[in-house]
């Protein structure tokens, strides 16, 4: 009993942490979501959403209130830009849960911490395929990249299912992550080579990718751990640490320049 309780709080405390990124406890941005949530989302201010929501948005699951979250981030955004201070992370909450389900396993190795760790870890890969069709198709054709967003949700639910429910295919797994992998890679790195005139931060994308894909063949290429400690899977995880730094910082300064190329205001109908 006290093991499981122990556990519960452990799955409590990691989703308040995902649910709290800075950004999110602003009290900008809080009370600026309750006012759009107050005002566009009830009555006459939700049958304006919804008769004006396009189709694919309503089909992604889109609600009032996320776009009521989406648009208070660019606003709160703004006025840190405004006064000078440092762009707050929103919403970090993929990677973190994938690293939480990764130290959990790595703790305590189980059926299904160990399922929980793979799976997330090809969640957090088909979400960076899902953001780089965002960036380079998204911002023109949002449908296309709603369609694909889609598509990698289903693509993620026949993974899981067939891991779950037909066989812990180890070998297969592997093949299946690797081959996402390199989608991942080629389309950052194509995208970072056509836009490095005219972006001079995408060099920081282009390095993360390589080192990730380069990082990638201790997992492959295993090896006896060194003084029976640090193994490849070890060696790993540390050194994928410091890429997130440098990825997050392209994230900031390609979210900055888009945020002066393209202003989003928030609307309150």
Known sequence: MAGRTTLLALLAGAAALAD????????????????????????????????????????????????CKY????????????????????????SLNAWFWSTVFHTRDTSLTEKMDYFCAST?????????CVR??????????????GFLLLLLAA????????HFDYGYNMVANVAMGLVNLVWWLGWCLWNQPRLPHVWKCAVVMLLLQGLAFL???????????????????????????????????????????????????
Not at 75 to 88: A, S, W
């Open 136 to 149: 380079t198709l998204g911002l023109q054709r949002p449908a296309v990249a709603s369609a694909f967003g």
């Open 159 to 166: 993974h899981i299912s067939y891991l779950s429910l037909v």
């Open 71 to 94: 648009e208070c981030m660019w606003v709160t955004v703004g006025l840190y830009l405004r006064e000078g201070y440092k762009v707050p992370q929103f919403h970090g909450k993929v």
């Open 124 to 132: 957090v890969i088909l979400h960076s395929i899902y953001l780089c």
């Open 219 to 269: 997992e492959l290429l295993d090896f006896p751990p060194i003084f029976w400690v640090l193994d490849a899977h070890a060696i790993w995880h540390i050194s994928t640490i410091p890429i997130h730094f440098l990825f997050f910082s392209f994230l900031m300064d390609d979210s900055l320049y888009l945020l002066k190329d393209i202003p989003v205001p928030l609307k309150m109908d």
């Open 20 to 67: 709290a990124s800075q950004g999110d406890r602003e009290p900008v941005y809080r009370d600026c979501v309750l006012r759009c949530d107050q005002w566009n989302c009830s009555g006459a201010g939700l049958q304006h959403f919804r008769s004006h929501q396009p189709i694919y948005m309503s089909l992604a699951g889109w609600t009032c209130k996320d776009d």
